[in-house]
């Protein structure tokens, strides 16, 4: 169990780090794109670049039309920096001193029901604004994928549970 235990606090921390940096990169684009710092039109403004913060190197690409900007660009890198996020809760489950209980269940939960959810949530709403890409129902399968996977593990800690209490009141 120690190893899972490293493990899983090396795969926290790593989650962390990604869910920062898409955090960043939501919040430094938004600024970009709101105020023009640090950001490039290109072709007529028909393409912008969001530069590296106080660089003039290329970030992150996109096309320069607000539905796109909303939809393609901003809520993709938000909505990544919240799955990282709630990854690392999840990590973060396998590394306490007690495996079940019930905020690991609610980690758990919360977890399976974002990768249900929002991104079928989301290509239903954008397919109403922009016509989603095919890759948009590729995202919708393995999140759904990786839902199940965390359902099923929410299930397993919800009986762990169940018997750790049991056990409990016989001793």
Same mark, same amino acid.
Not at 41 to 57: A, H, I, N, S, W
């Given at each position: 169990?120690?190893?899972?235990?490293?493990?899983?606090?090396?795969?926290?921390?790593?989650?962390?780090?990604?869910?920062?940096?898409?955090?960043?990169?939501?919040?430094?684009?938004?600024?970009? =794109?709101?105020?023009?710092?640090? @950001?490039? $039109?290109?072709?007529?403004?028909?393409? &912008?670049?969001?530069?590296?913060? *106080? #660089?003039?190197?290329?970030?992150?690409?996109?096309?320069?039309?607000?539905?796109?900007?909303?939809?393609?660009?901003?809520?993709?890198?938000? =909505?990544?920096?919240?799955?990282? @996020?709630? $990854?690392?809760?999840?990590?973060?489950? &396998?590394?306490?001193?007690?495996? *079940? #209980?019930?905020?690991?269940?609610?980690?758990?939960?919360?977890?399976?029901?974002?990768?249900?959810?929002?991104?079928?949530?989301?290509?239903?709403?954008?397919?109403?604004?922009?016509?989603?890409?095919?890759?948009?129902?590729?995202?919708?399968?393995?999140?759904?994928?990786?839902?199940?996977?965390?359902?099923?593990?929410?299930?397993?800690?919800?009986?762990?549970?169940?018997?750790?209490?049991?056990?409990?009141?016989?001793?």
């Amino acid at each position: 169990m120690d190893n899972v235990k490293i493990v899983s606090r090396i795969l926290f921390y790593i989650s962390r780090c990604f869910a920062a940096v898409y955090f960043a990169s939501f919040l430094h684009s938004a600024i970009a =794109l709101a105020t023009g710092w640090s @950001l490039n $039109l290109r072709e007529d403004g028909k393409y &912008f670049q969001v530069y590296f913060p *106080f #660089t003039e190197t290329p970030f992150l690409n996109g096309d320069h039309n607000s539905a796109y900007i909303v939809w393609e660009f901003l809520t993709p890198l938000l =909505l990544y920096g919240l799955f990282f @996020l709630l $990854l690392g809760n999840v990590f973060r489950v &396998f590394f306490q001193p007690k495996l *079940f #209980t019930q905020k690991s269940i609610k980690h758990l939960k919360r977890f399976y029901l974002g990768n249900f959810i929002v991104p079928g949530l989301l290509v239903l709403i954008m397919s109403f604004i922009v016509d989603p890409e095919i890759d948009a129902i590729a995202v919708i399968v393995l999140h759904g994928i990786i839902g199940v996977f965390a359902y099923f593990l929410a299930a397993i800690f919800k009986k762990g549970l169940n018997l750790q209490r049991e056990q409990d009141l016989i001793i």
